[in-house]
């Protein structure tokens, strides 16, 4: 049964396969970047890592184990003189794979396989993002000691301002309170005097007399008109 053994023979039967491999790992292990097909460059990645990843142990034992994949000494002492120390701090995916597109005569997807570590101008580009994302990190969490220390002495003088300006507040406040107390008062008087004024107009009014007396007086006054009337008449 074939369980989990899922990998791209290539075309090719094992011996031929395994030769080819190793020609190409040392070719990339000597040149650092070679040009071939996609599915090449897959088989490739996953045959040469481990073998990066032996020569971060530089014994006689992993150099035989190596020797054993490769088959080329020079490929064996680049792998553990050159690219050993400066792989030394990464921890797995020591190769790249670049696609170029298609090839011409057979119309096959062609690629770029390198070394991660060799690539100086996309190093170079990693460098200047990571200054710039660091940057930016470090405003967001607050900034360097500077701007810490700076913040720092802002807050301080904002707390002596606010000491200082807590009692003319509360002064400030006092006075507007007098001020409403005061305004209050006033409206209280105002709305007090047309009351206090008609009070005293009634007091000062006459009474009137009633409406009968004022009756009787009218029709006394009609008869001793009418008397005097006769009494001139009669003269």
Sequence with gaps: MRHRKAFNHLSRKSAHRKAMLANMASSLIMHKR????AAKAKALRSYVEPLITKSKVDSTHSRRL??????????????FRDISPKIA???????????????????????IIELVDYNENLLAVKEKSAGK???R??????????TTEGAAQTQAQSEEKATEEAPKAEEANEEKKEEVKAEAKKEEEKAEAPKEKKKEAKAEAPKEEPKEEKKKDKKTEEKNEEKDEDSEKKE
């Design 137 to 146: 990190r470090s405003r967001r969490s607050g900034g360097s000691k500077k």
């Design 89 to 111: 701090e990464r921890q797995g995916g020591y190769t790249r794979i670049l696609k170029t597109g298609n090839r011409l005569g057979d119309n096959a997807e062609m690629c």
């Design 66 to 79: 190596v020797f054993s994949y490769l088959k080329d000494k020079n490929a064996v002492n680049e792998l």
């Design 34 to 37: 070679i040009t071939t097909t």
């Design 133 to 135: 994302s660091k940057r």
